[in-house]
T-cell receptor, first 110, second 108 residues
Framework: DGGITQSPKYLFRKEGQNVTLSCEQN?????MYWYRQDPGQGLRLIYYSQIVNDFQKGDIAEGYSVSREKKESFPLTVTSAQKNPTAFYLCASTAGNTIYFGEGSWLTVV | LAKTTQPISMDSYEGQEVNITCSHN???????ITWYQQFPSQGPRFIIQGYKTKVTNEVASLFIPADRKSSTLSLPRVSLSDTAVYYCLVGEVHKFYFGSGTKLNVKP
């Protein structure tokens, strides 16, 4: 089946650690996105990439990094500089102006 | 940034028609209006998209007046499984403003 796969579904991070969330899509979409969602809140854009080897900061990029070495993959690293990383993270890709989301990953700081 | 304004929450009963209105006063000429549905701990799912007048699909209708400064999502005969958060989005994807959406609570 075509879609967006995020892993892991649940991830725990210790203080000072970097962690990487995986996002893979087999939809042949050019553009990919990472969003953060806090409980009871809407989605906020972290980074997006419209083409391989290029990406742009979103509204809340501080403390995060991304890479886009392949069209299918857009991993997100939550660095130790992100002081409040506990949240639900959503990866997405677009066809035209319709956005398709993965199932999300929960990150908790312990 | 094409900011949108929606009611924070709405209540309904099973079998009723639900209309959720969204304001988007600064919509640009080329912007489409798209509605998404989100269940807890899941990614949002596409419901419907339109540019003007009325659009209908198998799950919803979208009404857009001539000035396009608002839109109304209509869900016919809702069921308990329609309890979710609904987002109205305008413009290009990387400029989407999700806000808090409208939390629809369908009661038996």
């Amino acid at each position: 089946d075509g879609g967006i796969t995020q892993s892991p579904k649940y991830l725990f991070r210790k203080e000072g650690q970097n962690v990487t969330l995986s996002c893979e899509q087999n939809l042949n979409h050019d553009a990919m996105y990472w969003y953060r969602q806090d409980p009871g809140q809407g989605l906020r854009l972290i980074y997006y990439s419209q083409i391989v080897n290029d990406f742009q900061k979103g509204d809340i990029a501080e403390g995060y990094s991304v890479s886009r070495e392949k069209k299918e993959s857009f991993p997100l690293t939550v660095t130790s500089a992100q002081k409040n990383p506990t949240a639900f993270y959503l990866c997405a890709s677009t066809a035209g102006n319709t956005i398709y989301f993965g199932e999300g990953s929960w990150l908790t700081v312990v | 940034l094409a900011k949108t304004t929606q009611p924070i929450s709405m209540d309904s009963y099973e079998g009723q028609e639900v209309n959720i209105t969204c304001s988007h006063n600064n919509i640009a000429t080329n912007d489409y209006i798209t509605w998404y549905q989100q269940f807890p701990s899941q990614g949002p799912r596409f419901i419907i998209q339109g540019y003007k007048t009325k659009v209908t699909n198998e799950v919803a209708s979208l009404f857009i007046p001539a000035d396009r400064k608002s839109s109304t999502l209509s869900l016919p005969r809702v069921s308990l499984s329609d309890t979710a958060v609904y987002y109205c989005l305008v413009g290009e994807v990387h400029k989407f403003y999700f806000g808090s959406g409208t939390k629809l609570n369908v009661k038996p």
